[in-house]
């Protein structure tokens, strides 16, 4: 990639430009598409289709994606029966969909983007409590995903459900829709009549290969005929099952290489099932972790292949296609994140774009809680057919006095709007905790949302005041209208005695490095905090990932020590929480990883357990089974905060209007921050 730098004559200022990432923006056929650039919207849940019916909120979502440049959107699961998914899935079951189809896909050709349909038949992950009957599989079975029996289809029935997935291909093409994906990855219908693990048959749609591979293949064929030989069809696989007795990558490349001889012209490569033990999507997952899998298959057909998981930068993107690993890159969501990505990207600002955390507190979390698809990030994201308050007429100054992700984002929305707006923040820098936290916890997105707003704030000319703390007479020197406090919250008083011991500290000073940790540790609170910083302590002296390369590379270990290695940190550490479960707050989607995690890495944890006291050798404390002490020679307290209001009364007998956001006004997520922040800018 090149790089040629401008110098901005307003500010000074030397800003990076790139010359735009030469293959992630090369156009690419598939069959008798065009597609513009190289960056695919895979099908994403969003629940945005009550009864399944398209809807103003779906359309606007994928218009704004396709105004933004992705090469190609795919919409879905678009389920084909009434027993292939839930009732907030897109339905493209019946000939009635059509109109609200044609709408949708109107919606994107009006924008300059090409739109697909993902044909969706979950099988025995559709929950009973959705569907109007039984789930069906290859065999039966009782699913590991819905912990609910599945019935095996018989040999009657595989025809009638295969007309399904190409009688859905043909109104997906009479509604205007440019391409079909068939999905056959997660451990949806086409995996479990794949899978050994799943498909018990003893017809000729079990037992060998080729036979688990038939039912996917007939589909492939019935929905190329339904279509015509001019009409895109792609599928998406999954690349390795990631669960025992089922398929790894090389199973995937002979199913990929058949389904290429029936007519599919692209290859869509994800990750393993829903069942899963490997995290498929959280930040546990390395950038572009899974794009070897799509490389394997790559080498295995001789049609486009495209990559997907965890590619969240144009970087890495760029980086992948480089490599010939794949011809696409699926990005869902950092298109949530940021719909004008690929604009952005290809212009060379980079600092613009609005980076996926990889939370997924807005996202896959609101997904399995079937609620609405939000984004932490991007607060508009799912509100795209929502009016946003426009210009104003009657500017105001406005003071915001705190610099985080509520504060920033609360400077930017008034700016936008015409506000004359000063931020002041006490740090050398915008972020608040995530400018910190993000090292330590692993959370490598977090440290660029206040990265993100430093250039959006400049590029609109705020007065960012870094270093400086607002106090009142700095603050009404400037005879604000308005002032906005975003300051944060302060640790909690537990009022324990022997809290205030040499050997106490705060968790958020230890992840800060303000404090120091000797072992053993107990770790005091087991909520979202509480949990990250101790895993936190007990990786330290684990092996790094660089130590696990080298080890094994030059076969210093035996596989066995690596793995207790990986695990084995220099501390132990103790965890309490006084009621009955761990990790409050959390959402679904990145709870299961860490209580696994504490598993893994022997932390011992105390539930329904009272810290009565602090002593110098440990931690007395009180449960079921009595007294005890726990040793500690550091106590680490990670129980939550308290706003901070020092100024919230001073600035009122002032007269001046003041607004709170954030942690000042409730401690919560930075979810909530940021829209907190937006909801004020658009209000004031």
């Known amino acids: 990639m090149q790089v040629t730098f401008r110098l901005e004559r307003s500010s000074g200022k030397v800003k990076m430009e790139t010359n735009n990432y030469p293959l992630l923006f090369t156009s690419?056929?598939?069959?008798?598409?065009?597609?513009?650039?190289?960056?695919?919207?895979?099908?994403?849940?969003?629940n945005y289709t009550p009864g399944g019916q398209v809807s103003d909120q779906l359309a606007a979502f994928y218009a704004a994606r396709a105004r933004g440049g992705a090469g190609l959107v795919i919409v879905g699961g678009c389920v084909v029966s009434e027993v292939a998914g839930g009732p907030m899935m897109v339905s493209i079951m019946d000939d009635k969909d059509i109109p609200g189809l044609t709408r949708l896909a109107q919606a994107v050709h009006e924008q300059g983007g090409l739109i697909g349909a993902q044909l969706y038949h979950a099988g025995a992950y559709s929950f009973r409590m959705l569907i109007p009957d039984q789930a069906i599989s290859s065999s039966d079975h009782t699913s590991a995903f819905t912990r609910e029996q599945a019935r095996g289809l018989n040999k009657e029935e595989i025809p009638q459900v295969q007309e399904q997935f190409a009688q859905a291909a043909a109104r997906a093409q009479k509604a205007g829709f440019d391409m079909v994906e068939i999905l056959g990855s997660a451990g949806y219908l086409i995996c479990q009549f794949l899978s050994p693990r799943i498909n018990q048959r003893e017809d000729e749609y079990g037992g060998s290969l080729p036979n688990r591979m038939r039912f996917g293949l007939e589909t492939v064929e019935k929905v190329r005929q339904a279509v015509g030989p001019d009409f895109c069809v792609g599928i998406r696989l999954a690349g390795h099952d990631f669960v025992p007795a089922s398929h790894g990558?090389?199973?995937?490349?002979a199913f990929a290489a058949a389904c290429r001889e029936k007519g599919v012209d692209l290859i869509n490569v994800t990750g393993g099932w829903h069942e899963t033990k490997v995290p498929q999507l959280t930040s546990e997952v390395p950038p572009g972790g899974f794009a070897y899998l799509a490389r394997g298959v790559k080498q295995a057909v001789d049609i486009p292949v495209c990559a997907s998981n965890r590619i969240h930068t144009p970087a890495e993107a760029e980086e992948i296609l480089a490599r010939g690993d794949a011809d696409l890159i699926c990005m869902s969501r950092p298109l949530i994140a940021d719909p004008m990505f690929p604009i952005k990207a290809q212009k060379g600002r980079d600092d613009l774009i609005r980076r996926c955390t990889n939370c997924n507190q807005g996202c896959f979390d609101s997904v399995l809680s079937l609620k609405p698809v939000g984004c932490m990030v991007n607060p508009r994201a799912g509100h795209e057919?929502?009016?946003?308050?426009?210009?104003?007429?009657?500017?105001?100054?406005?003071?915001?006095?705190?610099?985080?992700?509520?504060?920033?984002?609360?400077?930017?929305t008034l700016a936008q709007r015409g506000h004359q707006v000063v931020l002041f923040e006490k740090a050398a820098c915008l972020g608040g905790q995530t400018k910190w936290y993000h090292k330590p916890l692993q959370k490598d997105g977090f440290g660029e949302i206040g990265d993100w707003h430093l250039a959006n704030l400049e590029e609109m000319g705020v007065d960012i005041r870094l270093g400086q703390e607002a106090d009142l007479k700095k603050i009404t020197e400037l005879k604000p209208d308005h002032v906005v406090l975003t300051t944060g919250g302060a640790n909690l008083n537990l009022n324990i005695p022997g809290s205030d011991r040499d050997h106490v500290v705060s968790a958020w000073d230890l992840l800060k490095g303000?404090?120091?940790?000797?072992?053993?540790?107990?770790?005091?609170?087991?909520?979202?905090?509480?949990l990250e910083t101790a895993l936190f302590l007990a990786r330290q002296g684990a092996l790094t990932p660089e130590q696990l390369h080298f080890l094994t590379l030059f076969e210093a270990e035996r596989p066995e020590a690596l793995a207790a290695l990986m695990s084995q940190g220099s501390y132990k550490v103790c965890l309490v929480e006084m009621l009955p479960k761990i990790g409050r707050g959390m959402g679904r989607s990145t709870k299961w990883i860490h209580l696994g995690l504490l598993k893994k890495f022997k932390i011992e944890v105390h539930t329904k357990t009272r810290v009565n006291e602090i002593l110098p050798e440990g931690v007395l404390v009180e449960s079921e089974k009595g007294n005890q002490v726990l040793p500690a020679a550091t106590v680490v307290i990670a129980v939550g905060v308290e706003p901070c209001l020092e100024l919230f009364e001073p600035l009122r007998e002032k007269g001046i209007k003041v607004h709170l956001a954030g942690d000042s006004k409730e401690p919560r997520t930075v979810l909530n921050a940021i829209k907190d922040g937006n909801r004020l800018g658009q209000d004031i």
């Open 514 to 530: 303000k404090a120091k940790a000797k072992g053993p540790v107990v770790v005091v609170g087991g909520g979202a905090v509480g």
């Open 249 to 253: 990558n090389k199973e995937c490349q």
């Open 28 to 46: 690419l056929s598939l069959n008798k598409l065009r597609l513009k650039n190289r960056i695919v919207m895979p099908a994403t849940h969003l």
């Open 385 to 412: 057919y929502e009016p946003m308050a426009g210009p104003t007429d009657k500017p105001q100054k406005v003071v915001v006095v705190g610099g985080g992700p509520a504060g920033s984002e609360a400077a930017l």
